[in-house]
């Protein structure tokens, strides 16, 4: 069985995944950037930030075969990983059919508009 050692870890059968402005992984511990599309175990004991269309939450091969369409329909854009310590603009992560978009300004909040009345007023919200 392969390790489950993944950061954002999506089964086969799931597409349309958008990933963006998010903090992943921690300096040090994840070790590949990537696996999708293929039953590789020679990654197996390295932590991985994204496995894509891999196995299902125990490890069993979806339908026996991985699924390439969970990383080629994934939207990501703006995430700092922590294998590459960067943020990642990278226009090969937008899926065909969606436009790249044109700068690197991300709101502040991709859910809300302004600052939940539960939020803690110690803490300060994105402006």
Partial sequence: MPDMD????????????????????KIGYETVYERAGQQDYSYEGQPTIYRLGYTDAVGNA????????????????????????TIRWNSSEVPLGVSVP??????????????PSWWDSSLNWPQ
């Fill in 102 to 115: 044109s700068d690197h300004t991300l709101p502040a909040s991709l859910y809300l508009t302004a600052k």
């Fill in 62 to 85: 979806v339908g026996n075969y991985t699924n390439p369409l969970t990383k080629v329909k994934m939207f990501r854009w703006g995430n700092w990983d922590s294998v590459n310590n």
């Fill in 6 to 25: 993944s950061a954002m870890d999506f089964i086969g059968p799931i597409w349309y995944i958008n990933a963006i402005g998010n903090v992943i992984g």
